[in-house]
């Protein structure tokens, strides 16, 4: 089995900044692509960002240039750098690693974390 454990969640005030990180375990031959998405209260849950194996970067347009999305492959983890947040960035944050491989030649399946709680409030 694999598991996505995120961390870093918390209260923040408007403007300032706050680390997200994810890291993946268990018997994984390959994660690919990983990601982040979030859920605020009463809402569907939206892509945030997201970051390929070889490091290339996507985000939503309503994180762009304030979220920085960054991996450690060799310690399976993904950070999400969340800098001037605000109001509406409050959610829960959820690790998603869409394409794992477990053994060589595998079926890819699609991961989750538990989520982690942002509160951005003054």
């Known amino acids: 089995q694999v598991q996505l454990v995120e961390s870093g969640g918390g209260l923040v005030q408007p403007g300032g900044p706050l680390r997200l990180s994810c890291a993946a375990s268990g018997s994984i031959f390959s994660l690919d692509a990983m990601g982040w998405y979030r859920q605020a209260p009463g809402k569907q849950r939206d892509f945030v960002a997201t970051i390929t194996s070889l490091g290339g970067t996507y985000y939503s347009d309503p994180v762009k240039g304030r979220f920085t999305i960054s991996r450690d492959n060799a310690k399976n983890t993904v950070y999400l750098q969340m800098n001037s947040l605000k109001h509406e960035d409050a959610a829960v944050y959820y690790c998603?690693?869409?394409?794992?491989?477990?053994?060589?030649?595998?079926?890819?399946?699609?991961?989750w974390g538990q989520g982690t709680q942002v509160t951005v409030s003054s």
């Open positions: 998603n690693a869409p394409s794992v491989r477990t053994v060589v030649g595998g079926p890819k399946r699609d991961y």
